[in-house]
């Protein structure tokens, strides 16, 4: 069974800084886009970062950019989604995912709502 947990959510004043977490089981790790999507109040969910568990390379959406940072440990079988600078504007729940990477296919392409398998979520609240 395939599993993702995310963890690290919470209420945070503006300007302050949240890791999120998400344990993958169930899934080849090393083989998968893992990528953090959000959803805000009456809004459609967006895409905010993803990782290729592969090579390590990423891809970023312009709101995240330079606040946002996402890292993998493949010992461990988990993403991780450091956000600092946090606005309200960023209060939402925030979902992890994961697909499997074809040989050749960018992270940029994968990172979108096609994605195999999703978490519950984790709600991040900023004052």
């Known amino acids: 069974e395939v599993q993702l947990v995310e963890s690290g959510g919470g209420l945070v004043q503006a300007g302050g800084s949240l890791r999120l977490s998400c344990a993958a089981s169930g899934i080849t790790f090393d083989e998968n886009v893992i990528g953090w999507f959000r959803q805000a109040p009456g809004k459609e969910r967006e895409s905010i970062s993803c990782i290729s568990s592969r090579d390590g390379t990423t891809w970023t959406a312009d709101s995240a950019k330079g606040r946002f940072t996402i890292s993998r440990d493949n010992a461990k079988n988990t993403v991780y989604l450091q956000m600092n600078s946090l606005k309200s504007e960023d209060t939402a729940v925030y979902y992890c995912?994961?697909?499997?990477?074809?040989?050749?296919?960018?992270?940029?392409?994968?990172?979108?709502?096609?994605?195999?398998?999703w978490g519950k979520g984790t709600l991040v609240t900023t004052l």
């Open positions: 995912a994961a697909v499997l990477q074809p040989e050749g296919v960018t992270v940029a392409t994968m990172c979108g709502e096609d994605m195999d398998y």
